[in-house]
């Protein structure tokens, strides 16, 4: 999924998605600020451009949020804890892991001059996910808008129902499936590892215990990331092509080059392994799939209508 200089403590919570509770029924339209805010949407994308060119990894970093805040994609994600009020940000998952809450601030900031009180920190957390991927060279799609933001977290969720990063395939498919996505969508998704960093200590016992692993990449990543130690250094989810958005990370799979357990379960001999093969040959094919899979996450579960609120400021509830 995929990234930034200090992204990743179970960088695999791309797959944050998972927690979210079921298909909405509301009603998201790509044209919703077309009358009511028309700059938000370039707004949003100059943003993001001006941060991935600075940093980029950021666009990783934003594409992530996006996936985490996928609870319900209702910005929850970005409440920060008060005195009444348990966040998401210190959940295991994200602590020390989750970056772009900047950039998400800046954005509303210029939004909330244009507009005031009408687009909400989560479609512009959506909108700046798919920025991202095109900002770094990879699909756009076109983003259902008209969410709205939570005035509550779910701190609990985010520490105990996220997928770990040493899952094997049965495990991986059955947390798809039960939310409504097919082993075809699941594999897509897994590419937003496309781009992106993973620390020291989620791929430690791969690369010094596993077997399914390019020996020369082992040693490779061996050499910043030490049996002991040095928890928090940084190595690309993919080696090929860390700050571009394309198939690489499935062309890696096929070579044993994934660097978390649950990225090489993808391709180990199991029922996915012909759909990492298509990818790995077929851009065109993963571009468009994974467009379609991040149309169907975004809209599970949004907070829509008279539900939630438009955040003035999107670390607190107004």
């Not at 969410?147 to 779910?154: I, L, Q």
Request: hydrophobic share 35%.
């Amino acid at each position: 999924m995929a990234f930034h200089s200090l992204q990743s403590s179970n960088i695999f919570c791309f797959f944050a998605f998972l927690l979210l509770f079921g298909a909405a029924f509301a009603q998201l339209s790509t044209d919703y600020y077309s009358s009511t805010c028309p700059k938000a949407l370039s707004t949003i994308k100059t943003a993001v451009q001006n941060a991935v060119a600075k940093e980029h990894r950021m666009g990783a970093s934003l594409l992530r949020l996006h996936f985490h805040d996928c609870f319900g994609c209702d910005a929850s994600v970005l409440l920060d804890d008060t005195s009444s009020l348990t966040g998401e940000k210190t959940a295991g998952p994200n602590v020390g892991s989750l970056r772009g809450f900047d950039v998400i601030d800046t954005i509303k900031s210029q939004i909330e001059t244009l507009c005031p009180g009408v687009v909400s920190c989560a479609d512009i957390v959506a909108v700046a996910a798919r920025d991202s991927v095109v900002a770094l060279g990879g699909p756009s799609w076109s983003a259902q808008l008209g969410r709205r933001d939570s005035t509550t977290a779910s701190f609990t969720k985010a520490n105990s129902d996220l997928p770990s990063p040493t899952m094997d395939l049965s495990g991986l498919l059955s947390a798809f499936s039960s939310k409504g996505f097919t082993a075809k969508e699941t594999v897509a998704l897994s590419g937003a590892h496309s781009t992106g960093q993973g620390r020291c200590v989620v791929f430690r016992d791969r690369i010094y215990n596993e077997t399914n692993i390019n020996k020369t990449y082992a040693t490779s990543l061996k050499s910043n990331c030490p049996s002991s130690g040095s928890d928090d250094n940084l190595a690309p989810l993919d080696v090929t092509s860390a700050v571009i958005f394309d198939n690489a990370y499935f062309k890696n799979l096929v070579n044993s080059k994934g660097l978390l357990h649950s990225d090489q379960q993808l391709y180990s001999g199991g029922s996915t392994d012909s759909q990492v093969t298509t990818y790995s040959t077929d851009s065109a094919a993963f571009s468009a799939d994974f467009a379609s899979a991040m149309v169907k996450m975004g809209n599970l579960s949004p907070l829509t209508g008279t539900s939630g609120q438009i955040r003035t400021d999107c670390k607190k509830v107004n």
